[in-house]
Each structure stands twice: as structure tokens, then as C-alpha cells.
């Protein structure tokens, strides 16, 4: 079965600084996708960016940007010009694909973000 | 573009009750995937629905079912009410099986 590791339960930033938010994942399979979602107090899951396992280049959006080691089964997440509005629940995710049947997602147990003005 | 929906917002329960809860689907996703997210946790995978048939089941017992409408709406089950059930159920919607899911606001159910 595939696991997701976030190994930070809690991570702070100074506005405007760089943050980057660890996740390791294990699975046999070649074909995947990965992502990273946030969840504010609001509770609403969002979608901040997806990484597919075929693609080398690392994803991109604005101000978020991924490394992805895929002999390393590590996928970080790197939040650039931290803004207030930032401060959340990441939580790094796996899904296995394509498939027939199951298409789940398998979350990690979520990094708390902070950003201090 | 409406996005996903869930109702109701919150909910609370006697165990040994039954509850449902509904979710509507983003315009033109055919997909309908439910987690359950106990206070602190990653959200657990529950079932996925795909026009209208159940195509895969996480590690919850059947009192755990569901229904995909025509519409591609969708309603979670759940009989027998458990304190361990109280938790935060959310809806997630895709346009096909393999796409990225979209997430509702989310039904806060507390069972006393």
C-alpha cells in the first residue's frame, strides 16, 4: 500500500521569506501523480499544485514550485514570498494512475503552516 | 463555474442513528470521491463513485455506502453511528476518474 510522510508537523515564516514544506512517499509504481494541497481554518481543501511521476521538470504555480526526486520518492513543496494569507494546512498527496478502479487519493498527515507578520 | 457543494454544514447525531450527507459536483465532473477527516489528521479515503457505480472502497464497513444521481450528485450513508464517526466528511469532484480532485467545504458531524 502507498504511504505519504510530511515528517514537519508544524513549520513557521517571516512574511515574504521562503518556506519549504518536506513530504516523502513510498510505492512500487512507476506511473503516479502527486500534489499538494492547503487547508485554511475555513476548512476548504485547495488545490495549490500536481506533479505527474512521467514528467522530469518540476511543476510550477507563481509562487509555488515543487522538487520532485523521483528515485527518491521525496516531493517538497516550496512557497516563495510567504504571505499571510498562506498560513494553513498543507497536506502532500499520492494517487496512484491511471486506474480502473480506486482512483483515491492517499493524503500525509499534514504540515501546520504559520506566517508572522 | 459553480463549485463543489456540500451540505449541510454541520451536523450532530445520537450514536445509533443513521445520517446522510449530500455533495454536488463541480458543472461537467462525473466523479464523486468522499474522505473522512478525523480533528488533526489527513483526510481517509471512503468510496469513489463514477457514473453512477461505486468504483473503489477504502477500509470502512459497509454501514458506510453511498449514491451517484444521474446529475452526478452524491449522498453518503451512514447507519449505526458510532462516537468514532464524528469527524469532518468531505466531497471531493473530478472531470474524469484520474483528474485532480476538487474539494467541498466539507459536513463537520459530531455523534454524542
Given at each position: 500500500?502507498?504511504?505519504?510522510?510530511?515528517?514537519?508537523?508544524?513549520?513557521?515564516?517571516?512574511?515574504?521569506?521562503?518556506?519549504?514544506?518536506?513530504?516523502?512517499?513510498?510505492?512500487?509504481?512507476?506511473?503516479y501523480?502527486?500534489?499538494?494541497?492547503?487547508?485554511?481554518?475555513?476548512r476548504?481543501?485547495?488545490?495549490?499544485?500536481?506533479?505527474?511521476?512521467?514528467?522530469q521538470?518540476?511543476?510550477?504555480?507563481?509562487r509555488?514550485?515543487?522538487?520532485?526526486?523521483?528515485?527518491?520518492?521525496?516531493?517538497?513543496?516550496?512557497?516563495?514570498?510567504?504571505?499571510?494569507?498562506?498560513?494553513?494546512?498543507?497536506f502532500?498527496?499520492?494517487?496512484?494512475?491511471?486506474?480502473e478502479?480506486?482512483?483515491?487519493?492517499?493524503?500525509?498527515?499534514?504540515?501546520?503552516?504559520?506566517?508572522?507578520? | 463555474?459553480?463549485?463543489?457543494?456540500?451540505?449541510?454544514?454541520?451536523?450532530?447525531?445520537?450514536?445509533?442513528?443513521?445520517?446522510t450527507l449530500?455533495?454536488?459536483?463541480?458543472?461537467?465532473?462525473?466523479?464523486?470521491?468522499?474522505?473522512q477527516?478525523?480533528?488533526?489528521?489527513?483526510?481517509?479515503?471512503?468510496?469513489?463513485?463514477?457514473?453512477?457505480?461505486?468504483?473503489g472502497?477504502g477500509?470502512?464497513?459497509?454501514?458506510?455506502?453511498?449514491?451517484?444521481?444521474p446529475?452526478?450528485?452524491?449522498?453518503?450513508?451512514?447507519?449505526?453511528?458510532?462516537?468514532?464517526?464524528?469527524?469532518?466528511?468531505?466531497?471531493?469532484?473530478?472531470?474524469?476518474?484520474?483528474?485532480?480532485?476538487?474539494?467541498?467545504?466539507?459536513?463537520?458531524?459530531?455523534?454524542?
Open positions: 500500500a502507498q504511504t505519504v510522510t510530511q515528517s514537519q508537523p508544524e513549520m513557521s515564516v517571516q512574511e515574504a521569506e521562503t518556506v519549504t514544506l518536506s513530504c516523502t512517499y513510498d510505492t512500487s509504481e512507476n506511473n501523480y502527486l500534489f499538494w494541497y492547503k487547508q485554511p481554518p475555513s476548504q481543501m485547495i488545490l495549490v499544485i500536481r506533479q505527474e511521476a512521467y514528467k521538470q518540476n511543476a510550477t504555480e507563481n509555488f514550485s515543487v522538487n520532485f526526486q523521483k528515485a527518491a520518492k521525496s516531493f517538497s513543496l516550496k512557497i516563495s514570498d510567504s504571505q499571510l494569507g498562506d498560513t494553513a494546512m498543507y502532500c498527496a499520492f494517487m496512484e494512475g491511471p486506474m478502479y480506486g482512483n483515491k487519493l492517499v493524503f500525509g498527515a499534514g504540515t501546520i503552516l504559520r506566517v508572522k507578520s | 463555474e459553480t463549485g463543489v457543494t456540500q451540505s449541510p454544514t454541520h451536523l450532530i447525531k445520537t450514536r445509533g442513528q443513521q445520517v449530500r455533495c454536488s459536483s463541480q458543472s461537467g465532473h462525473n466523479t464523486v470521491s468522499w474522505y477527516q478525523a480533528l488533526g489528521q489527513g483526510p481517509q479515503f471512503i468510496f469513489q463513485y463514477y457514473r453512477e457505480e461505486e468504483n472502497r477500509n470502512f464497513p459497509p454501514r458506510f455506502s453511498g449514491l451517484q444521481f446529475n452526478y450528485s452524491s449522498e453518503l450513508n451512514v447507519n449505526a453511528l458510532e462516537l468514532d464517526d464524528s469527524a469532518l466528511y468531505l466531497c471531493a469532484s473530478s472531470l474524469h476518474r484520474t483528474d485532480e480532485q476538487y474539494f467541498g467545504p466539507g459536513t463537520r458531524l459530531t455523534v454524542t
